[in-house]
């Protein structure tokens, strides 16, 4: 298959991510290598006290590699994190992002004129309503928004979540983390069947002015090798 030339190499992926991070952190790179040396010397010096430098490079240098990448992939999390908060639709483009059997509507399922957004995702724990705004402002939405659930997803479980910095809201950095702890009440069949009556009650809303920051994501980084 002929590669896209639409598509960055890894080489420039990674150098992209690095840009980044060092915008929103510039101590970030030097972790990473210093994490990387770390290993690495920790591994020669394993290598030179039991007489087997060879194999300790050998094991040491995948290692030193895995361990840079793995703090790599943090820093470049933190810094997405870092340049979606406050934005609308940031909780949508973190959301996205999850894996495995979640289904993310892609248009808020309601909108005020303030820019206040409620999104809806359909997974293990059922249905889940995700708010952006100040907690007085949204709580009637997720409120509407939840009956209105209620009525098509019968005897399933509807969660509502407000996403922000105030008191008793989920900060966006933890948002994934806070979806994946709820309990799994649904089977995958299930999730499928769910999330298609979901999207027959979709409503036509028209979407506010500002960004919307579908395409959030961070450049996806090459694997580190395995080590043997």
């Not at 793995?70 to 609308?88: D, T």
């Not at 005897?155 to 309990?183: S, T």
Request: some cysteine.
């Amino acid at each position: 298959m002929a590669k896209d030339p639409a598509s960055p190499g890894r080489i420039k992926q990674l150098r992209m991510v690095a840009q980044i991070i060092k915008k929103a952190n510039p101590k970030g790179m030097p972790i990473v290598y210093a994490t990387a040396v770390g290993v690495l010397a920790l591994a020669v010096v394993i290598g030179l006290l039991t007489n087997s430098l060879i194999y300790a490079l050998i094991l040491g240098i995948p290692v030193a590699l895995l361990a840079g990448m793995v703090v790599f992939g943090q820093l470049a999390q933190r810094a997405q994190y870092s340049m979606l908060h406050g934005q609308p639709g940031a909780s949508y483009a973190v959301l996205q992002g999850m894996r495995g059997n979640w289904y993310v509507e892609e248009k808020p399922v309601a909108v005020n004129r303030e820019q206040d957004l409620v999104f809806r995702v359909v997974g293990y724990p059922g249905v889940i309503l995700v708010s952006e705004g100040p907690g007085n402002r949204v709580q009637r939405m997720l409120l509407a928004e939840k009956k209105r659930v209620q009525r098509v997803a019968i005897d399933v479980p509807v969660y509502d979540i407000q996403c922000g910095d105030a008191e008793g809201q989920v900060p966006i950095a933890k948002l994934q983390r806070h979806l994946m702890k709820l309990p799994r009440n649904l089977k995958k069949p299930a999730i499928s069947e769910v999330n298609n009556r979901m999207r027959a009650l979709t409503p036509s809303i028209p979407l506010p002015k500002g960004p919307m920051p579908k395409g959030a994501r961070m450049p996806k980084t090459p694997k580190a090798p395995k080590a043997r």
